[in-house]
DNA sequence: CGGATCGTTGCTCAAATGAGCAGGAGATGT
DNA sequence: ACATCTCCTGCTCATTTGAGCAACGATCCG
């Protein structure tokens, strides 16, 4: 870089020529027939011109998604997509909802009329839910139970049946919550002809949608809705993350536990069989889950904001 | 310009194939190979990303040279060499230092060792002759008498001492001033051994430099120095330009006078016989007479700044 | 002055690339 | 439902382009 490139008339030679063959398009022959000069002449001068810097070529967006970042994340962890969002924002409810306008748009730009779509419960999932736009008419599977959140009307169900009406598509929707008391409950309810139903699709989903949280106060809300004695004995089984009711350990194997066993939701063997999972996690906090859930390969695309993304890079 | 290249997912992948073409400088074939995508696909994805301005490409140069500009001049009144100096200074001393040091550097860039130089008195010249490093070992030949300024030291021959000592080649030079009061005199003067011997080598001159003055006051020294008589005089045959001493009118013709036979200096004929004269006008007031002097053919280089550039393209 | 070395130039040949085209999928109107 | 339209894809073939090479000229030393 920035090495010379000769005397004023060799720069200001060098520049036209560059002018021509990358602003105006022309191919060297034509160039080199214009000034004068041969073939390789030409093609040795646009050389100095990249090489000394008096060319620049950069690749940017003037949007909200960082491209180069999204490119980065997506080839360091193998993703088939990765939309990385340049905010500043650390609010959780204001990043919520760029991410899930974010989500919804990657969503709709991938889904196609053969699809079946699943999504879990996370609050991510229900703000990209009230950001669709519109869908083809494909099946939407409810793939967990809800939680119901103090301050927040949203629920898994609410999400589904957003969409499905996004979509004009049949809706596998049923009440009930994330987690029962007892596992004679949770089989109960899984017999319940709703939700059955619902899990009977659940082999023929191709694509989900899930939230991450890290198995820490404030930073799940399965967490946060647990006992103790289910926190703590999850943190001894090594669980690090939970991708809505998945749960893995930091070096991303599933973990079986036996709150699994009373919770309304998706196992990772079924996850797992879903060929495109996309997680919509923030909050830097996550990175240790998040990095979890990606090593797991259980999850195959990523929508989150700079800050997250840097943070899984650093240290990831 | 500024289309759309679809969703997320598009925006993301168009920006990483355009880094790894633009960037990296793979080939589309290897790009292709990489992202699982026929070759075809990648140069569709690459023109996007052009076009959409996505990949922003820029020639400059962090320097003093607008290369735009003079590629543009250049190539508008067809010139061998057009340098444009970008500063925004105005005065007049400061800036004819600043085009003397790039006339250097243009001028020991384009000098070979079978050239002849011509200097024409200047002012810029003489600071162009100051800024010289180093030069072939060529010969110099004195083109003008000189004029006394009030405030200035310079003369026509200590700049081409100060040339013909930086390229140790010969000096043709003569005392002489610029114009005499009578035809007689001028004709006693150019019998001198010196100036004929000099005025001998004009035929053999490959590459002269010259300046240009435009002819109202204050805007060539040749006017300022002028009697009002032969002010007018020249007025009236529609003088607009003097280059070193030779007289255009506003569209390019070289205009005879009566002056000129009073006058120790290069005829038109002669200056069109070199093969490239380089010019060193500045202040935008001139623009006039350097149009005139483009216009005539006699000049085939320019070095110049930006304001005078500019108003020669914006009303030429 | 002769010889060595370095940079520059234009060549050949194979790979990369662009223009234009035909087939197919999805959208649209009747 | 059907015909039509449009857009997208990947193909062929001719052109453009890059890598490496040998000849040339200039410069530098001995």
Redesign the interface.
Known sequence: MAEQV???????L???V??RY??DGRSKVEIAEEFGLSRFKVARLIDA?RDS???????????V?D??L??HV??RFGLQ???IIDTPDDHAESLRQHLGR?AA??L???ITPRDVLGLAWARSVSAMAKALPRLPGIPVIQLTGALSLPNDDDSSVDAVRDVARASGGRAYLFYAPFTVPDATTARALRQQPEVARAFDQLGLVTKAVVGVGLWECGQSTLYDAAEERDRRALRHLGVCADISGVFVSADGEAVKTDLAERMIGITAEQMRAIPEVIAIPYGTAKAPAVRAALRSGLVSGLVTHTALARALLDNG
Do not use: K
Request: cysteine-free.
């Open positions: 000769g005397g004023p008339a060799q720069v200001v060098t520049a036209s560059a002018r990358y602003l011109a810097g008096l060319v620049r070529i950069e690749i940017r967006h003037q949007g998604i491209v180069d999204s490119a997506q080839d997509h990765a939309i974010a748009e990657l709709s730009e991938v």
